[in-house]
């Protein structure tokens, strides 16, 4: 491996010896971060010697790990080599440019193509019945036969045109893939049960198709039902912004019945009129480019992936690269388990040849050899493990004014969750006002209740959006995935100090502030009463661990009941400083007596933190 791109070169300088003799000794080159077996490659020595030199120094690492220029240096300087760190001049010409959407329609080349659907909405609002009956209702039209496979993806045809449905479980895959830069989809179709109306899970789903800035179709389901009230449904959707076409807006509305399979047929020919007037385009006749739906391991086929063509056409034995995995297609499947030999743009299919399993959201690309292929998964992966030690940082209100100075943020996003709907408009009205010449303030998603994984989602699909909740925290699982995305999540209970904040950081201008970190989450069990007054909880550490001079915010339904100090904690009997998650223990807090069963207790602590501007 020496050598490689100019950068593990070896050198000649000359240095002074004990004896006074100048001599040549190498001077090994090495990039910001090497592999164990890359670094001993390079020296000519045993991996072992490698290892071993790096348990000396604390380091337990494997043949494969990966280690920075720092570390390689002590261990090559400690077995008598002399280094230096040459950071590797990325080689744009060997990298490929995909496309983005709008590149690939202005093609003078391109034709018109199938577009893409995603079905969103509330949990049981009928989005996996109307697939069901999209489906069936083509094949009963008179389809060719054969047994539907789950490939995340199925095309059917109507007047002689395709629709391309991606069969995903709503919009948070949706959100995932677009958070890996994927856009795939066109137009996005909004079921809402008539008999329901409008639910906080369909204000999401529209919340995130906004943010994609898709094309929207709204379902309106179950219109045969009992208690059914469209012109309910379509005054409420109204009031989120969609304004209905009947009602001179620029939103189509269907009425629809998935199960007596009612408007199908309206909605499929809605979905035709739509993509005819956006006039969605591909080449067909460039190599392909597309994006992964699903991807699994077969225990018989290995690695299998269905991706979606978007620009040019994947052919059997064409070379193949999926971020960091290659492959060559060795064969091609579609919806229906058929063998095809090409798939043309917005044609889902099932490739078979992959060397590994990629990522949901990955792109493909096709290339003209297997050199071209190798290289660049070999230069995709030097890339990874150095981006891996410097992940990219979401936007956060202590770097806000350093980015607008930067030309980075010309607007920020701002998902809001309260506790009440009075607080969201006031908080909402208060924070658009504070927009100006350089920044405007954008609300992506307001609601109430706790913040939820979801909301942690859009954020971080985003990257220049932060969350706000005013008297409300997030569940286990968005603390977590914020944790990971490392979105910004501020709190506050009163409304003068959030705006006055996010004006602060707008204009440079924010102190150093008290950040609370989160070490642990209970639930209340059982609740004990003590004479009149006095009362004590049972409970179960569900994550982190308790600990006695914590702070303690009592949470129901996301919503602040209680934020002080605790009085007791004990394990059976005994007073105990801290309990840890799997364990159960009893609690009393200062001036609070109000426990219900469900309630959620966040356990945390306050760190200053230093704002940095710059």
Request: charged residues 30%; negative net charge.
């Amino acid at each position: 491996m020496g050598g490689r791109a100019g950068v593990m070169n070896a050198t000649t300088a000359p240095k002074q010896s004990r004896t006074g003799i100048r001599r040549m000794v190498e001077i090994y080159e090495l990039p910001p971060t090497l592999t164990v077996k890359e670094l001993a490659d390079e020296l000519g020595v045993g991996p072992s010697d490698i290892i071993r030199e790096l348990i000396k120094n604390g380091v337990m690492a494997s043949i494969n790990q990966v280690i920075d220029y720092d570390t390689a240096a002590i261990v090559s300087g400690e077995l008598g080599f002399e280094t230096r760190e040459v950071v590797p001049i990325k080689d744009d010409s060997q990298e490929l440019h995909i496309p983005t959407k709008d590149e690939i329609t202005q093609d003078p080349e391109a034709e018109l193509r199938p577009p893409v659907v995603t079905i969103m909405g509330h949990v049981d609002h009928g989005k996996t019945k109307l697939l069901d009956a999209i489906r069936s209702t083509n094949v009963a039209a008179g389809e060719a036969g054969g047994i539907t496979q789950h490939i995340g993806a199925y095309q059917v045809e109507i007047n002689g045109k395709k629709i391309t449905f991606l069969d995903t479980p709503g919009h948070e895959a949706f959100t995932q893939m677009r958070a890996r830069g994927a856009q795939v989809t066109d137009i996005a179709i909004l079921v809402v049960a008539a008999d329901d109306g409008v639910m906080p899970q369909t204000l999401e789903a529209l919340s995130h198709a906004k943010a994609a800035g898709v094309s929207i179709i709204v379902a309106i389901n179950k219109i045969d039902r009992e208690g059914a009230n469209i012109d309910r449904v379509m005054s409420q959707l109204n009031e989120a912004g969609l304004i209905p076409e009947e009602w001179g807006g620029e939103t189509p509305f269907v009425k629809v019945s998935a199960k007596n399979k009612i408007g199908i047929d309206d909605l499929l020919e809605m979905i035709l009129i739509v993509s005819e007037l956006a006039e969605w385009k591909a080449n067909p006749n460039k190599d392909a480019i597309g994006t992964i739906i699903e991807a699994e391991l077969d225990k018989n086929r290995g690695p299998i992936a269905t991706v979606l063509v978007q620009n040019g056409t994947l052919n059997v034995k064409d070379y193949v690269v999926v971020g960091t995995v290659m492959g060559r297609v060795k064969a091609l499947m579609d919806d229906k388990g058929r063998r095809i030999k090409r798939a043309e743009p917005s044609t889902p299919a099932e490739i078979l040849g992959l060397e590994g399993v990629p990522i949901a959201g990955d792109i493909l690309i096709a290339v003209g050899d297997e050199k071209t292929a190798r290289d660049l998964v070999e230069m995709r992966s030097r890339e990874k493990s150095q981006e891996s030690q410097e992940a990219t940082q979401a936007i956060t209100l202590d770097d806000l004014f350093s980015q607008i100075q930067a030309g980075k943020v010309k607007e920020l996003r701002v998902i809001l969750k309260a506790d009440v709907q009075g607080s969201v408009e006031a908080i909402r009205t208060s924070l658009e006002k504070l927009s100006n010449e350089k920044v405007k303030i954008k609300i992506l998603f307001s609601g109430t209740g706790a913040i939820t994984e979801s909301d942690v989602m859009l954020a971080a699909a985003d990257r220049s959006a932060i969350i706000i909740g005013f008297n409300v925290r997030p569940d286990v699982a968005a603390k977590r995935a914020s944790d990971k995305s490392k979105v910004d999540i501020r709190f506050y209970n009163i409304i003068y100090n959030l705006i006055d904040e996010v004006k602060l950081a707008m204009e440079g201008m924010l102190e150093p502030t008290f950040q609370d970190v989160t070490d642990g989450y209970a639930e209340v069990r059982q609740v004990f009463k003590v004479g009149k007054s006095d009362a004590f909880a049972g409970l179960f550490v569900t994550d982190g661990k308790l600990l006695r001079g914590d702070k303690v915010r009592v949470l129901r339904n996301g919503t602040v009941m209680y934020d002080g100090g605790v009085s007791s904690l004990k394990r059976f009997k005994d007073d105990v400083r801290e309990v840890a998650a799997g364990y159960e223990c009893g609690i009393g807090l200062e001036d609070f007596n109000d426990f219900q069963e469900g309630d959620s207790l966040e356990f945390y602590h306050k760190e200053q933190v230093k704002t940095l501007l710059n």
